[in-house]
């Protein structure tokens, strides 16, 4: 029997790469019966970042579609209920930024977008606009969510996908409670992200012990501790403020800088804008020049402040007990934090650029060790109860 874990695991982007991670110690890995495949949009292979090797969607499929086979799908997580084939296409292709302007602009407004129109096309998705919100491909398919986000939108083939759910989890508040409406809310569960897990699978220590030698002289070379900055491309136009507000902070809290680039998938490319910080600060301040997953987890887990605009970024500090700052108000991190954040996060959520330097001083000032630690094992417990769940619903699958 297969067990087909779907999601955006085909892009060079931390959170995405991280739930394979995190779901492979949760599923059944002995039983020589399951066999575990990984999918994508389409056939890549990140095994070299610590990650995992992906076919496309649309060969599942074909080998399931109208068959009698038991199979089991998990949508490993993220920002998928509501994205449409061409935002999950975006970050493969280097389509034309007017291409993307379109469909970004087209989907604003609720009309037919020509990218997903493309993707559909040229991946063979037939199933509809909404890749990672799939229909079952047969009537003995076990489907499931991992604490899945994004906004709702009321279409009612999308609606039609959700209710096949046979357990649905979800990390987003608002999200939650517009699909308590339409599902059976005994499937539903509202938790947080699934890797809040990850300081119960790899501890400091053992990030430490698995780190390369560019994170090992890192780490010496900060000894005395350093924050971690990380900032997608599209915050390239406010570069400036950035670079201020980095200065002022450096020279209220004497701490080094260091960037840490995320997300390289195209129209994240936290890398370009990081090496061009580098260039222009004249304060204390290095590029990490890491891919691996567990080294990020690392710089990050071992900073004595993370700021940045990543989801899972500031997930992992709060992993880790670490302070974090979420900027440049990206609304699904702005909602993460209001939840499942202490405070002063859970308060007021991201900050604008030109606010990171008082921001990270009221975190630095007022975040409480003690409740970060405790914050950190509340939502390791969280999510390791709806994996639990996932796992106990899959092995029961399997053995009947």
Not at 108 to 120: G, W
Not at 251 to 274: K, S
Not at 320 to 332: E, F, R
Request: glycine share 4%; hydrophobic share 40%; with cysteine.
């Amino acid at each position: 029997m297969e067990i087909a874990v779907f999601g955006a695991l085909d892009r060079h982007n931390y959170g995405d790469l991280l739930f394979p991670l995190v779901l492979k110690e949760y599923l059944p890995q002995d039983n020589k019966e399951i066999d575990i495949k990984y999918y994508g949009l389409i056939e890549a292979d990140l095994e070299e970042f610590s990650s995992v090797q992906t076919r496309p969607f649309s060969e599942f499929y074909s080998k399931f579609k109208d068959s009698d086979a038991k199979n089991v799908i998990i949508i490993a997580g993220g920002s998928v209920v509501g994205s449409p084939a061409g935002r999950l296409y975006s970050y493969l292709t280097d389509s034309s930024s007017m291409l993307n302007l379109c469909s970004s602009l087209c989907n604003l407004l609720h009309l037919p977008d020509p990218l997903s129109r493309m993707a559909q096309k040229e991946l063979d998705i037939t199933w509809g606009e909404f890749p990672l919100c799939p229909p079952k491909p047969n009537s003995r398919t076990l489907l499931i969510y991992n604490a899945v986000g994004d906004k709702f939108k009321s279409n009612q083939k999308l609606i039609e996908n959700l209710k096949c759910a046979d357990y649905l989890s979800v990390r987003n508040p608002n999200l939650f409670d517009a699909l308590r409406q339409i599902l059976d809310r005994t499937k539903l569960a509202l938790c947080p992200d699934s890797a809040a897990v990850m300081s119960r699978i790899w501890s400091k220590d053992t990030l430490a012990s698995m780190a390369g030698d560019e994170v090992r002289r890192i780490m010496k070379n900060y000894k005395n501790g350093y924050i971690a900055f990380q900032a997608k491309l599209s915050a390239r136009r406010r570069i400036g403020t950035i670079k201020k507000q980095l200065k002022r902070l450096y020279h209220n809290t004497e701490l080094p800088i260091l960037f840490i680039p995320i997300g390289r998938a195209h129209r994240c490319e936290d890398h370009v804008l990081l090496n061009e910080l580098t260039e222009k600060l004249d304060i204390p301040s290095q590029m990490a020049d890491v891919t691996q997953l567990h080294d990020i987890m690392c710089l990050i887990a071992h900073s004595t402040l993370f700021i940045g605009t990543s989801l899972h970024g500031n997930v992992t500090a709060m992993s880790y007990a670490v302070p974090h700052l979420g900027i440049a108000n990206i609304s699904k991190l702005d909602q993460y934090l209001k939840c499942w954040d202490i405070e002063p996060n859970n308060v007021t959520g991201t900050v604008n650029l030109s606010h990171i330097c008082d921001g990270a001083l009221n975190v630095l000032h007022n975040a409480d060790k003690n409740e970060l630690r405790e914050n950190a094992r509340r939502l390791s417990e969280l999510a390791d109860n709806n994996l639990n769940t996932i796992s106990e619903l899959v092995s029961e699958y399997c053995n009947t």
